[in-house]
């Protein structure tokens, strides 16, 4: 039964570029969470999608940032024209929903680097 | 100071010794739970304590709550190498949402052979 799915583990880009980073859930799971950890700093939380919606995107930085979870295929978090202080690791979680969800599932992250 | 912080920072220890870790936080809770990250992996969920419990164990593991000083401890016996990591606590504010958890910044723990 394999984990929360993330990649790429390392992802390398440009200011000025996009970045995508990609999250399949566990098996079952259909609400994921995404979080972002600075250096040096906690988890602090994004956003919570479920399938083709946003649930909660409070966390999110208003400009240059998305978010989506399709019907079908992983959970896609977008930056575009990144600068330097989006580096850092990007974890997504998912839990199955309901009471079931106090505890959350992370991926192994990507880590982000902005030259 | 920010919601959810553990001390110390750093804690290195000799393998068969216990490591007790604290995390302090501002805000009532719902729950507290604490977290393992193993270096460049993703966190691991470790136990879950909530606001009406005091104390709780699994395995070697036995988390406390003083919900009067906002303030929790995690005790890890008879370590060994392995446990090696850093653990976070991480807070569900209460009338909070479930996945909106406040995580602390850590605290590193070395267990020497």
């Known amino acids: 039964n394999a984990g929360v799915m993330q990649n790429p583990r390392h992802l390398v880009r440009r200011r000025g570029q996009e970045a995508r980073l990609r999250c399949s859930p566990m098996?079952?799971?259909?609400?994921v969470y995404w979080y972002r950890q600075l250096p040096e700093e906690g988890l602090k939380f994004m956003v919570y999608l479920q399938k083709e919606n946003i649930i909660d995107e409070s966390g999110m930085p208003k400009e240059r940032f998305s978010a989506e979870f399709p019907k079908e295929g992983p959970s896609i978090l977008r930056i575009q024209q990144v600068v330097r202080g989006d580096s850092a690791a990007y974890f997504c979680?998912?839990?199955?929903?309901?009471?079931?969800?106090?505890?959350?599932?992370f991926g192994s992250g990507t880590q982000l680097s902005v030259l | 100071s920010q919601q959810g912080e553990e001390d110390p920072q750093a804690l290195s220890i000799q393998e068969g010794e216990n490591a007790t870790m604290n995390c302090s936080y501002k805000t009532s809770i719902n729950n507290l739970q604490w977290y393992r990250q193993n270096s460049g992996r993703g966190l691991v969920h470790l136990i879950l304590i909530r606001s009406n419990e005091r104390e709780k164990h699994s395995g070697r593991l036995r988390v406390t709550l003083d919900t009067s000083k906002k303030s929790s401890s995690l005790l890890i016996t008879a370590s060994r190498a392995a446990d090696t990591a850093s653990y976070f606590c991480a807070t569900e504010r209460s009338g909070g949402s479930n996945y909106k958890l406040t995580f602390g910044k850590g605290t590193l723990l070395t267990v020497n052979p």
């Open positions: 979680a998912s839990s199955p929903g309901g009471p079931e969800s106090e505890k959350l599932f």
């Open positions: 098996k079952g799971h259909s609400h």
